[in-house]
């Protein structure tokens, strides 16, 4: 079934099955987006996983589909990170490092520097490069779903990749 | 006019991006979490609501303990609202496997005691998801083989047949302990194994 057909169904039954198929289509990748955005905190991504499905069950029948129910499930989980990062903006983001690359066989992915790289990023930065190069969105989505300007969200994507560059590049003089 | 911020990745940085991992999955516990919180936010039907009937219905026909245990125990897991266990998964998991003797002749009751034990099944499991010590209760269904590599044994009628677990948090194993021993399961004559669950840490 395609994601209309069961959110149609959803809708009509509230159906719990239902549910469950939407939820594991779209969750893992969800969940990713969460722990990317905030810096790799496990427990605040399953707060704004667990946040973005209650509002989602909400508001479904209010989605036109004027774009996919994936691109419409991130904006609201981009909203649920920025609503608990608010929250807890006393933390200290390096003390939530590390939970997100900690399993999974990460360590031995040839991946692991560019991934810790983009974690490791302020996280003005790392949320504009995480939507924008990982997440293919244009600047226009990105800055909406940011709430910035365009002109922020590029320059924050600038800065963004040159920081990640020079530490790709410093890693590789390290290495030979 | 050249942009001030004007930037594009290299074909190579566009490969690494795209290399990337695209999924992870979540802890399995995050699913049941917000299944019961969107039950409590009464916005998905829940399909132990209906169940609930069923059980009444059986174990009003039947009188058996083992309906009253696994009736008790989807009821807490249903009015479970914990949702604690998404920040605080610190403290090491303990399963409590229920065990009792489940054939007919150890399980006749009158409905009156039925609905008796079922309360306290109920209220035991609520006590403990409002501490924040539950983390999940399933029933398990009667019917029960153990398999070896020549044959297959029906046991059907255990004497020790494990009718349902509870996974719950606990600073030790001595905490665990108490908390079983709190079981109106052992007040009934059941007997609980408490295992704690490696995690390899």
Redesign the interface.
């Known amino acids: 079934m395609t994601d209309r057909e069961l959110v149609e169904h959803f809708l009509e ?5 239902t ?2 198929q939407i ?2 289509r779209h ?3 969800l ?2 987006l969460a ?1 990317r955005l905030n810096g790799g905190a496990e ?1 605040d ?3 704004a ?2 946040e973005t ?2 509002r989602a ?2 508001k479904f029948a209010d989605f036109n589909w004027n774009s996919k129910l994936r691109t419409w499930l991130s904006g609201i989980l981009i909203n649920c990170v920025r609503e608990i990062y608010k929250k807890d903006r006393k933390k200290n983001e390096t003390e939530l490092v590390d939970s ?1 690359f900690s399993r ?1 066989g990460y360590q031995t ?1 040839k ?1 692991f520097d ?2 810790k790289i983009i974690q490791n990023l302020p996280s003005g930065y790392r949320k504009v490069l995480v939507l924008h ?2 997440e293919g969105y244009t600047h226009e989505e990105t800055s909406n779903f940011l709430e910035i300007s365009i ?1 922020t969200s ?2 924050q ?2 800065h963004a ?1 040159k920081s990640v560059r020079n530490s790709l590049s410093k890693g590789q003089e390290i290495e030979r | 006019m050249k ?3 004007e ?1 594009f ?1 290299s074909e190579q ?1 566009k490969s ?2 795209a ?9 399995n516990f ?2 049941e ?3 019961k ?3 409590k ?1 009464n ?5 132990e609501q209906q169940g609930t009937w069923s059980f009444f219905k059986l174990a009003t026909a039947f009188a058996t303990a083992f309906l009253i245990l696994a009736f008790g125990i989807a009821i807490g897991f249903w009015l479970n609202t914990d ?1 604690n266990t ?2 605080e ?1 610190k403290n090491p998991q303990y399963i409590l496997l229920l065990r009792s003797d489940s054939s007919p002749q150890a399980t006749k009751l009158s409905n009156d005691e039925i609905t008796r034990r079922v309360k306290e099944y109920t209220s035991w499991a609520n006590e403990l998801s409002e501490k924040g010590t539950l983390i999940s209760a399933e029933k398990l269904k009667s019917k029960t083989e153990i398999l070896d590599k020549n044959a297959e044994t029906s046991l059907s009628a255990n004497d020790d047949a494990v009718v349902g677990f509870f996974v719950i948090k606990a600073e030790n194993y001595e905490k665990a302990k108490s908390v079983a021993k709190d079981s109106p399961h052992l007040k009934y004559g059941g007997r609980v194994e408490v295992r704690e669950i490696d995690k390899g840490q």
């Open positions: 039954t509230r159906d719990e099955n549910f469950k939820y594991r969750t893992s990748a969940y990713l722990l427990s991504a399953q707060d996983l667990q499905w209650i069950c909400r997100v999974n992915n991946d560019l991934e190069d990982i002109g590029k320059s994507l600038y990749r | 942009e001030e911020f930037d990745l940085e690494q991006f290399n990337l991992p695209r999924e992870k999955s979540p802890p995050l699913e979490a917000i299944m919180n969107l039950k936010e916005l998905i039907h829940t399909n949702t998404l920040a998964n």
